[in-house]
């Protein structure tokens, strides 16, 4: 793997290197908060944040996703007549996408493209035309826990290239062969630089000091993990206000509605959230989660026993402890695992 050097003052050219091609995107400071936004020129990267708010899972599965358009003309000979939504229409490219949320989508895949027949087109279509520019955390937040969840703050999963912040200047390492591509115009890196971005991988590395134990977990039977009297305690202070779902750069519960006008109509995929009482609501009006208990142990079952169980030991959460940070009750995901492994079954 190549390692590269960019200078922060050369930032600029190379940004307009990339524009000729990409359209790109990168978490910007808004009120606050760090909310991913096209960038126009590469001064306008900071690379002094924790994390951006919202995941960019929504570049691959947005919020709300137009599938297909119809119309139903009773005049016309052929009957309804469909057409799928078009693909992107240009490539692009996330600028400093943090380790955390490339391997999420690296998770993603594994729902989306699990196999032929169930192909997710329009999750391909925006992967494949999706390059990632990762970068490496030196100052993790207290709330992080991806060591501890197959993952880890100079990740390189999922990524096309990780670079790692070395103060005025950028070491850019290509993972695939899109990325080499990108930086086969910049010079080598030297030693001294190779050797601060390994130290500053130790660090960052070490400076993460909480986590969840996944080894217990994965080593009882799901049943006794599922039965435990912990889930009494975690689901009463839970609201089901489902924001912990939609800060997380795993979930994918969607729901798909036709809206119509006249004789014309289109196939919407909205997220959705498995805290909601309505998501698994049957016609039949049964509901198989129809408790608040039900909802709550369902969301850290799948991620932590259900998901590594059936995709090949993929966790479904990369430790970003966004779900921490956001929930209004303060429900700490890695206390909720480490309860799974500790208390007694009843
Ligand atoms: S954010 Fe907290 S209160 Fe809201 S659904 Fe998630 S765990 Fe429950
Ligand atoms: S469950 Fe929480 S910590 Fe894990 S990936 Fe989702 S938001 Fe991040």
Redesign the pocket.
Known sequence: MAEKILKKEELDDFVARLKSKYRIYAPLEKGGEWEWSEVEQGKDLTFDFFNSSLSPKKFFFPQTECLMHFRNDPHEEKGMLMEAEAGLDQPRLLFNIRPCDAK?LTVLDKVFERDEESMDVYWKDKREKTVLIGLACTDPCPTCFCTSVNCGPHHEEGLDVLQVDLGDRLLLRGISEKGEQLLKDLDQAGTEDSQAAADQKKEAEGSITSGVEMDRIDSRQTLEVYDQAMWDRVYESCINCGT?TF?????HCFDIQDETQGEYGRRVRNWDTCMSWLFTHHTSGHNPRGTKKDRVRQRFMH?FKYMPIKLEGSIG????????QRCPVNID?RDVVNSMNEEHVE
Do not use: D, I
């Not at 800060?247 to 979930?251: G, I, L, Q, V």
């Not at 959460?317 to 921490?324: A, K, Y």
């Open positions: 999420a912990c800060y997380c750069p795993t979930c991620k959460c990369v430790g970003c402890g966004r779900c921490t995901v």
